[in-house]
């Protein structure tokens, strides 16, 4: 699990998020933003009791008043963190418009979108724009969680989006990738960060630093929920698009605090 400070920096982030889709978060939600915290279910009642403080409703989640367990004290710890992640007005505004527009999309199931999979790998081009429409959300909650790293919310969910269409368009009658939604979710995290990183390079500061290489820290974990191993020194550095050099020093400055995968001998 991360650091006290850095998970109450994004607990912080994640009520903003609440409040930026009018106080109302589902599990799925929270689970999702959370995916990185691997937090157990006890782990995540404790974030749902954070949020009711916080006045964001979590559907099927009650505030038992009678119970006599620790309530997190993440407040006021959270309102001594650093700000970086703090969601700007503009951002704020923009999500909600953008979320409106989203609602307007029909909500396709599991199922349906397994369907509309396998008639996008049998290369039926018709049911591109509605794959593309289906991912549109997940996009922004990717989006989400690379916000306050210099790079506007608006700016992250545009090329994310971009990115969204260029994948599903290379999917296309493409029948060796097995898992679509994975594929996706690859392609579209792989420019968030690279954008970040982009705007991360233009700064060599200290604190600069860090955010590169929690930005490194966060990819090897992604790949490896991904891949169910380590990747490698040349898997992350395609999926980042930093250079495989200065990714090997920032593993020597961490004394191996970033695994690399050794690679099929």
Excluded: W
């Excluded at 296309?172 to 990738?177: L, R, T």
């Amino acid at each position: 699990m991360k650091d006290q400070k850095e998970f109450l920096q994004q607990m912080k982030e994640l009520a903003d998020f609440g409040r930026a889709k009018e106080n109302v978060l589902t599990k799925e939600e929270i689970a999702d933003y959370c995916s990185d915290l691997a937090l157990t279910e006890k782990q995540l009642e404790l974030v749902y009791a954070y949020l009711a403080e916080q006045r964001i409703q979590i559907p099927g989640f009650r505030m038992s008043s009678g119970d006599d367990s620790p309530k997190p004290n993440t407040e006021k710890a959270a309102n001594q963190a650093e700000p970086t992640g703090k969601m700007s007005a503009e951002d704020s505004k923009y999500l909600r418009i953008y979320r409106k527009e989203l609602r307007d999309l029909p909500d396709l199931s599991k199922e349906e979108m397994e369907k509309l999979y396998q008639r996008l790998r049998n290369g039926e081009e018709a049911v591109m724009e509605t794959v593309i429409n289906g991912h549109l959300s997940r996009v922004v909650t990717l989006a989400g969680k690379y916000r306050g790293r210099g790079v506007p919310l608006e700016d992250l969910i545009q090329e994310g989006n971009l990115e969204l269409i260029t994948c599903v368009s290379m999917l296309c009658g493409n029948e060796s990738v097995i898992d679509f939604k994975k594929a996706i979710d690859h392609a579209v995290r792989s420019r968030l960060i690279e954008l970040v990183d982009e705007e991360l390079s233009q700064d060599e500061n200290e604190s600069t630093v860090l955010a590169r290489l929690n930005l490194l820290l966060e990819a090897t974990r992604t790949l490896a929920e991904e891949y169910g191993r380590i990747a490698t020194l040349e898997e992350l550095a395609e999926f980042t698009h930093m250079d495989a050099e200065e990714i090997q020093m920032y593993v020597d400055l961490t004394k191996e605090g970033i695994e690399i995968g050794k690679g099929e001998k």
